[in-house]
Nanobody, 116 residues
């Protein structure tokens, strides 16, 4: 059985930082790619950042220069380092991964709230 566990969300003041983690366990044969998405109340889920097996990354324009996605292949974990957070970053953040067994999984979501 494969588990995908997210952690690292919470309440932070504007200008602060958080690091989200998304750890995969079970029979996955490694992570081929990982993405982070977010969904704010009343809005559609949007792609925030992506990383592939080569380490190539892509970001939504709204987070470029502030967020960094990374992957630790030894730990089968995808991270999202979020700096200079503002109130518009408030949302539930979800990770999504593709494994080398060509299966995809979504995390359970973690709440990020940016407020003074």
């Amino acid at each position: 059985q494969v588990q995908l566990v997210e952690s690292g969300g919470g309440l932070v003041q504007p200008g602060g930082s958080l690091r989200l983690s998304c750890a995969a366990s079970g029979s996955i044969a490694g992570l081929r790619s990982g993405t982070w998405h977010r969904q704010a109340p009343g809005q559609q889920r949007e792609l925030v950042a992506a990383i592939d097996a080569t380490g190539s990354t892509n970001y939504a324009d709204s987070v470029k220069g502030r967020f960094t996605i990374s992957q630790d292949n030894a730990k089968n974990t995808v991270y999202l380092q979020m700096n200079s957070l503002n109130t518009e970053d408030t949302a539930v953040y979800y990770c999504h991964v593709w494994t080398f067994l060509n299966k995809e999984y979504w995390g359970q979501g973690t709440q990020v709230t940016v407020s003074s």
